[in-house]
């Protein structure tokens, strides 16, 4: 069982991770969509859910959760570049909130904080957690894979 000064030390080391991976989420978050971001926004805001899933012009090769997230995301902020890139600001967020899980875990605190830092930092990442693609989630999945491979090994 963890102590209370192994709990705080956690929120405090995900606290200084988090918002600077918050902060280079935001900026530029609201520029133009790029063509393949653009044929994800089309989906979104096709009328009905299946033509959000299917096209017949062409593969619809978006993960259906990703949609479904995008578009409860836009229309509870409604239609804007920055709307359409909150779910892959989240899901970044959550893909380094696991890796400081898995990482915490398994490693000491330093290298902990390196695996942590060299994710959040990685310009690939900053990349993918603004762009309105699947990418962070895809991220996000294997950071979670990673903790519950962890967590059941403990186990």
């Known amino acids: 069982m963890p102590s209370t000064a192994a709990k705080k030390g956690t929120a405090v080391f ?18 133009s969509l790029w063509l393949d971001e653009a044929w994800v926004a089309n989906s979104v805001l096709a009328p009905s859910l299946s033509g959000m899933f299917y096209y017949p012009d062409w593969l619809q090769s978006t993960p259906p959760l990703f949609l479904l997230l995008t578009r409860a995301a836009v229309s509870v902020s409604g239609v804007s ?15 380094i909130t696991a890796m400081t899980a898995v990482s915490r875990r398994l490693l000491s605190p330093p ?40 967590l059941y090994l403990q186990h």
């Open 14 to 31: 995900l606290a200084v991770i988090l918002l600077p991976t918050l902060a280079l989420g935001i900026y530029g978050i609201q520029r």
């Open 81 to 95: 570049n920055s709307a359409f890139r909150l779910v892959p600001l989240a899901l970044a967020l959550l893909a």
């Open 111 to 150: 290298f902990a904080a390196l695996a942590c830092a060299l994710l959040a930092f990685n310009p690939t990442t900053i990349e993918y957690s603004r762009t309105c693609k699947q990418y962070s989630g895809e991220v996000a999945a294997s950071a979670l894979i990673l903790l519950c491979t962890v």
